[in-house]
């Protein structure tokens, strides 16, 4: 008599241990995480918008064409150019431009010209970005 509990006692661990007896569960409904965003290191630089007061005037120099020359409205000869003129001009013409600055000259103040120099006809003008 005493057997029959121990019986059922042994019988009904080794239905759980085998997994027999198993109880359902329903799962649980997770939200899921949202991934992290990285933040950002370095601060996001500040758009520069560009203006023609931040840049230097230029001159380009460059050799014109035989017929361009002729064609053009002013031509000035070398000598005729300031001293400053002259070398702004002489270098010009090595380098292809010159920065003259933030303000600009009066001597370069007139519209695109011809400067003949050394038997060449080059083009004169100044530019601003």
């Known amino acids: ?3 029959r509990p ?3 006692a042994g019988l009904s661990l080794l239905a759980v241990v085998s997994g027999c007896a198993t109880t359902q569960t329903t799962p649980v409904a997770t939200t899921p995480t949202p991934p992290a965003t990285a933040t950002p290191t370095e601060p996001t630089p500040t758009p520069r918008t560009a203006s023609h007061y931040d840049c230097p005037y230029v001159l380009t120099v460059e050799v014109v064409s035989e017929e361009r020359g002729s064609e053009a409205d002013m031509t000035r000869q070398y000598s005729d150019l300031s001293a400053q003129a002259q070398r702004e ?8 431009t010159v920065e003259l600055g933030k303000r600009l000259p009066d001597r370069w103040d007139d519209p695109p010209h011809v400067v003949e120099y050394d038997g060449r006809q080059y083009s004169a003008s100044v530019i601003v970005c």
């Open 1 to 3: 008599m005493h057997r």
């Open 89 to 96: 001009f002489r270098r010009g013409v090595r380098n292809g």
């Open 6 to 8: 121990f019986l059922l």
